[in-house]
C-alpha cells in the first residue's frame, strides 16, 4: 500500500527549460514533504522540504508546491540543467510515521543540452 | 570526510549465511535510521535509533537485528540470508529526533544473496 505516489517514472527535458516532477500522497496525517536527489551508486541527498502549513517553498533553482486538499506536491527546476539529471524521490514524515521518511518509487530526469 | 560512511559497499554471500553492514556517522547526530532498497526501487524504513535507543522498528524478520555501539554507530547483522534479503542497504542520519531535521545518507551497501 503506497503513501506516497510517483506516478511517472521519467522525464526529459531540454536544457534550460523547466522540469516539473508530481508527488502524490495519501496519507492525511503527513505533516513534512521532502524530495530528495540520487545519483547512481550513491545514497539520496536532500534537496528541499516543504511543511504541511505552507504551500510554497523555494530554494534557487528549485521551488516545491504543496496543495494539500488535493494531496500532490510538485516540484519545479528552473531552469533545468545537464546536472540535474537524476533520480528524485518524494517523500514524506510524520503523523503515524513519525520521522521516518516515506518514499514514493522516485521519478528519473534526464535533461539534454 | 565522509559524513554518513558504510562498509561494505557491496556483500556478496550465500543463503543461509551471516553477515553484518557497518554505518558510522561523524556528524554527531542523534538519530540514525537504516532503510532498505528493493528491487524495485521502493526505499522503505527498517529501524531507527535515537542516543542508542530504539525507536523505530517496522515490520522486519527478526532475522534482521540493528546494534548501535554507540550514537556514531549503528550496525545491521542479518542471519540465515534469504534470496529476499538482496537489497541496497543505506543508512541515515538526523541532527535530532524531529521530523524537520533533515536526514543525510551513506552511499548505500549493496548485498546479492546467493
Known amino acids: 500500500d503506497q503513501q506516497v505516489k510517483q506516478n511517472s517514472p521519467s522525464l526529459s527535458v531540454q536544457e534550460g527549460r523547466i522540469s516539473i516532477l508530481n508527488c502524490d500522497y495519501t496519507?492525511?496525517?503527513?505533516?513534512?514533504f521532502l524530495w530528495y536527489k540520487k545519483y547512481p551508486a550513491e545514497g539520496p541527498t536532500f534537496l528541499i522540504s516543504?511543511?504541511?502549513?505552507?504551500d510554497k517553498n523555494e530554494d534557487g533553482r528549485f521551488t516545491v508546491f504543496l496543495n494539500k486538499s488535493a494531496k500532490h506536491l510538485s516540484l519545479h527546476i528552473v531552469p533545468s540543467q545537464p546536472g540535474d539529471s537524476a533520480v528524485y524521490f518524494c517523500?514524506?514524515?510524520?503523523?503515524?510515521?513519525?520521522?521516518?521518511?516515506?518514499f514514493g518509487k522516485g521519478t528519473t530526469l534526464s535533461v539534454s543540452s | 570526510d565522509t559524513a554518513v560512511s558504510q562498509t561494505p559497499k557491496y556483500l556478496v554471500t550465500q543463503m543461509g549465511n551471516d553477515k553484518s553492514i557497518k554505518c558510522e556517522q561523524n556528524l554527531g547526530h542523534d538519530t540514525m535510521y537504516w532503510y532498505k532498497q528493493d528491487s524495485k526501487k521502493f526505499l522503505k524504513i527498517m529501524f531507527s535509533?535515537?542516543?542508542?535507543?530504539?525507536?523505530i522498528n517496522e515490520t522486519v524478520p527478526n532475522r534482521f537485528s540493528p546494534k548501535s555501539p554507540d550514537k556514531a554507530h549503528l550496525n545491521l547483522h542479518i542471519n540465515s540470508l534469504e534470496l529476499g534479503d538482496s537489497a541496497v542497504y543505506f543508512c541515515?542520519?538526523?541532527?535530532?529526533?524531529?521530523?524537520?531535521?533533515?536526514?543525510?545518507f551513506g552511499p548505500g551497501t549493496r548485498l546479492t544473496v546467493l
Open positions: 517523500a514524506a514524515s510524520g503523523g503515524q510515521a513519525g520521522t521516518a521518511l516515506i
Open positions: 496519507n492525511s496525517m503527513f505533516d513534512y
Open positions: 516543504i511543511s504541511s502549513i505552507k
Open positions: 541515515a542520519s538526523s541532527p535530532r529526533r524531529v521530523i524537520t531535521d533533515t536526514q543525510y
Open positions: 535509533y535515537n542516543n542508542k535507543e530504539l525507536i
